[in-house]
């Protein structure tokens, strides 16, 4: 659900706003994970390759990649077991358009007409068993 009234049903909006912007969809190569953070769990390092590739990035400066570098070290103690880092890093991605919901408060939208079978190997190359591994650990405990 999003916030606001529903945008009106006219062909032309004639209220764009100044600061809107249509990114490209499609994997990007980002940048690698620097290895002086640290991370040594799989959904941490998952966290960062799509971040990284996400269409978002291609818009970022240097200080967005530090923040991300930052929400990676909290995922990465998440992934641990520290679950209070959790509305921290909800709140971080959401400013960075998670959800279709962010996207559209932050009037950004993602154009995929160029998308074909890239995705496709994205998703499987993302899926790991290690990580399914550390989510069974971190909801059953030790």
């Known amino acids: 659900m999003t916030r606001g009234p529903q945008p009106k049903s006219n062909a032309v909006r004639r209220n764009a706003h100044p600061h809107a912007q249509e990114l490209k969809a499609g994997a ?3 940048r ?3 290895r002086g953070l640290g991370i040594t769990t799989a959904g941490a390092k998952r966290f960062w390759r799509i971040w990284a590739s996400s269409p978002q990035s291609s818009q970022w400066a240097e200080t967005d990649w ?3 570098e930052i929400t ?3 995922v990465d103690a998440l992934y641990q077991g520290d679950l209070r880092h959790a509305g921290e890093i ?3 991605t959401a400013k960075w358009g998670a959800t279709v919901e962010d996207r559209n408060r932050l009037r950004m939208s993602i154009n995929d007409e160029d998308q074909g079978g890239d ?3 994205a998703s ?3 899926t790991t068993t290690d990580l399914d591994e550390e989510l069974y650990q971190l ?3 030790p």
């Open 72 to 74: 990676t070290k909290l």
């Open 28 to 30: 990007l190569p980002g």
């Open 66 to 68: 530090a923040e991300l």
């Open 124 to 126: 499987a190359e993302l």
């Open 139 to 141: 909801l059953n405990g």
């Open 32 to 34: 690698e994970l620097p």
């Open 119 to 121: 995705a496709d190997q």
């Open 90 to 92: 909800r709140q971080r």
